[in-house]
Structures are given as structure tokens and as C-alpha cells.
């Protein structure tokens, strides 16, 4: 009997540009998926690789491979590639509440391009998270945010006169200060709690238990969630294999290989009397997860180069377009658009948080001027 559904999520968490510059990390990108693509092509046990909730990786891949975007909609109309729904994960605190939206809408109208987006709000690394996030989230359609920065783990030991400490469990409903709410999935055990099971009989058993009974701390349901990847690392090739090893050996729960829409339904199914965190996800009380408060000031000329450039485009060049074509004039929605596409390109959470290497923060000048 199964008392336990362990979800296997492969995925990358893709930083397009941090301790090597855009074009370098790109290089590694192809490699990425042009052996993601040949492995989804020979394995069929191979079920989905989740794309880290934006598009952009798509989006630079393309750009060199072109000729590979019918294997991207193929992979994506068969439920095995994830698209979007954001077009970068952004620093939600260091752009504008418009920049935050724009990003959104971006990143779905790019994602549709090449199949039906996921309707996941993916923050998996953001340094903190806005009170007013679930609320955006909302608008589009989405019930949910998956986060794993902004709060501390459930702690049986605390302090009684700061009930904060306490911390959370995995699933929480996340309440924006005008009422909407998302069912919150706090990653306890961050994204790369299941980077690579071992396919060794030997092993894995004890590895697939180890990583289980750090989930079930925190986990409210029967639904565990072992993410299976880390920052720029390429899909296990060989998970398949070791999830059908685990699944010999595992006595009351079964493994499977998972996607976030499955999972987080699944999870709906059980969850009741959540705990509920409002306004923001940035507490001091975060158990070695911080949420890095230090880049708020990191280069704080790219801060206010940002600033003055979003500005522009939300005081400036949209409402006199407006104004202009309410004259007769043309609303260039294209060139706006592209304007807007640039802007965000700087707004990944290690490009504007300023704690990448120079190279990175010289090519963000050139984007900012143009």
C-alpha cells in the first residue's frame, strides 16, 4: 500500500547571466537542451522537464538553434516541457509593481508562441518576495506561488514571544494585503533537495528515504516534492532508471516522475486549515535562507539607472503614445514592447541585485542606455 506520492520535478534553475557573463552561460545552455531534447526523444519514461517558470531560456536557445523549435512545441503540446508563464525571474523588489506585471504578461504572450503556458507562479530564488505577489498572481489566472526564500522552516523549538520563529510548513495559503490568496509552496528543503538520485540498487534506497523524511517535516500531505536539479545543471538522464529502482524497493509510497501542475493539484486535494502568512515574504527569520539584503544597495548606480528607465516607459513614452494616438498618430505598440523586452532583460534577480561578476554589469550599462 502507498501511503506516500513522492514527485520527481527535473528542472534547471537557469541564471541567465551570474558568475560567467550571458554569452558563456548561453554556451552551456545549448548544450542543455540539445541533450535534453535527444533524451526526451529516446526515453518516454522521461515524463517533463520544468523550464524554471520563465521563458527567456527558450527564448536565447532558439536564437542559436532555431531549426530545434518544432522539437520545443512538440515537447511542450505533449506535456514534457514547461513554458513560462514568467519571461525572467525578476527581483520582485527592486522593479516597479508595473515592471513585476509586464514581466507577466511578457512572458505568457512569448510562451504562447510555442504552446499553452503553465500557469504556475514560480519565485523559486527571488530574494523576497512582495506583499502584493499573490495578488498579481491572481489577475492572471493563477492560484498558486512556489517560493523558497522569505520565510523560515517549521521549528518545533521557538521563542513564544515571537510567534514568527515558529516558522512554516510546506503548504501555506499566502495572503496579499487586499485579501487574494494563493496556496503557497514553500520549498523547506530548497530546489535541489533530490539533484541527482542515485541509479547504484544499492543506494537507493537509502537515499530516496533520507530526502523523504526531510520532506515529511514540513509536508502537510501525502504528496512529497523532490526536486531533481540546481542552478545550471542539465536533466538527470538517468532518473528514470533510479525511479524504477526506488519504486522496487519502496514499501508504502511510490515514485513518480512529476510536473508542478499534477503536483500542485494533487496537493489541493488534501490540504486543509493552512497556516496563513501575510504581506511579504521577507522575514529576518529565515534559518540560513536569507534573503540576501545586502544587493539592495550593490551597485546602486544600475538601481537608479533602472529606475530612471522605468520610469520612461511608465510616465513618458506610454501615456504620450496614448495621448498621440487619441490625435491620430500611430501607437507603436511593437517598438514599446521591445523597449519594455530589453528593460527586463536586466531584471533577473542576480543582474539587478548587482552581485554578479563585472562583465554582467557591464553589458546591463549597455542595455540600460539603450
Keep these: 500500500m502507498s501511503n506516500y506520492t513522492i514527485h520527481v520535478i527535473?528542472?534547471?534553475?537557469?541564471?541567465?547571466?551570474?558568475?560567467?557573463?550571458?554569452?558563456?552561460?548561453?554556451?552551456?545552455?545549448?548544450?542543455?537542451?540539445?541533450?535534453?531534447?535527444d533524451l526526451l526523444d529516446k526515453d518516454p519514461d522521461f515524463k517533463h522537464f520544468h523550464t524554471d517558470g520563465q521563458i527567456i531560456p527558450i527564448e536565447d536557445y532558439l536564437e542559436i538553434r532555431p531549426h530545434q523549435r518544432e522539437r520545443i512545441e512538440k515537447a511542450a503540446a505533449d506535456g514534457r516541457l514547461s513554458l513560462g508563464p514568467w519571461y525572467v525571474l525578476q527581483d520582485e523588489f527592486l522593479t516597479s509593481g508595473e515592471a513585476n506585471i509586464r514581466n507577466m504578461m511578457f512572458g505568457l504572450k512569448t510562451a504562447s508562441k510555442y504552446g499553452n503556458p503553465i500557469k504556475i507562479g514560480y519565485l523559486p530564488d527571488s530574494f523576497g518576495n512582495i506583499s502584493q505577489m499573490p495578488q498579481i498572481l491572481r489577475g492572471f489566472g493563477i492560484d498558486n506561488a512556489v517560493f523558497g526564500r522569505g520565510i523560515n522552516r517549521w521549528q518545533d523549538q521557538y521563542d513564544e514571544d515571537e510567534p514568527e520563529s515558529r516558522g512554516y510548513k510546506s503548504e501555506l495559503i499566502w495572503r496579499s494585503p487586499d485579501g487574494s490568496e494563493v496556496l503557497g509552496i514553500f520549498m523547506a528543503n530548497w530546489y535541489s533537495n533530490a539533484m541527482t538520485i542515485p541509479t547504484d540498487p544499492d543506494k537507493v534506497l537509502e537515499y530516496v528515504n533520507n530526502v523523504r523524511q526531510a520532506c515529511m517535516?514540513?509536508?502537510?500531505?501525502?504528496?512529497?516534492?523532490?526536486m531533481n536539479g540546481c542552478d545550471h545543471t542539465p536533466s538527470q538522464p538517468d532518473v528514470s532508471t533510479a525511479i524504477k529502482l526506488a519504486n522496487e524497493k519502496l514499501q508504502d509510497a511510490v515514485m513518480i516522475h512529476s510536473n508542478f501542475t499534477d503536483y500542485i493539484s494533487k496537493v489541493k486535494e488534501?490540504?486543509?486549515?493552512?497556516?496563513?502568512?501575510?504581506?511579504?515574504?521577507?522575514?529576518?527569520?529565515?534559518?540560513?535562507?536569507?534573503?540576501?539584503?545586502?544587493?539592495?544597495?550593490?551597485?546602486?548606480?544600475?538601481?537608479?539607472?533602472?529606475?530612471?528607465?522605468?520610469?520612461l516607459l511608465e510616465k513618458l513614452v506610454e501615456p504620450f503614445s496614448a495621448f498621440a494616438f487619441m490625435l491620430g498618430e500611430k501607437y507603436d505598440s511593437d517598438l514599446i514592447w521591445y523597449a519594455w523586452k530589453t528593460l527586463m532583460q536586466n531584471h533577473p534577480h542576480d543582474s539587478i541585485c548587482g552581485c554578479s561578476c563585472d562583465e554582467v554589469h557591464r553589458e546591463m550599462d549597455t542595455r540600460f542606455e539603450k
Excluded at 271 to 279: S, Y
Design 10 to 37: 527535473s528542472h534547471t534553475h537557469w541564471d541567465r547571466e551570474w558568475y560567467m557573463p550571458f554569452e558563456k552561460h548561453r554556451r552551456r545552455l545549448v548544450m542543455l537542451m540539445d541533450a535534453l531534447l
Design 217 to 226: 517535516r514540513y509536508a502537510t500531505t501525502t504528496h512529497l516534492l523532490f
Design 270 to 311: 488534501e490540504v486543509h486549515n493552512l497556516q496563513i502568512k501575510e504581506g511579504e515574504l521577507r522575514s529576518e527569520y529565515t534559518d540560513g535562507w536569507g534573503t540576501l539584503t545586502n544587493v539592495l544597495s550593490s551597485r546602486i548606480y544600475q538601481k537608479q539607472a533602472n529606475w530612471r528607465c522605468q520610469s
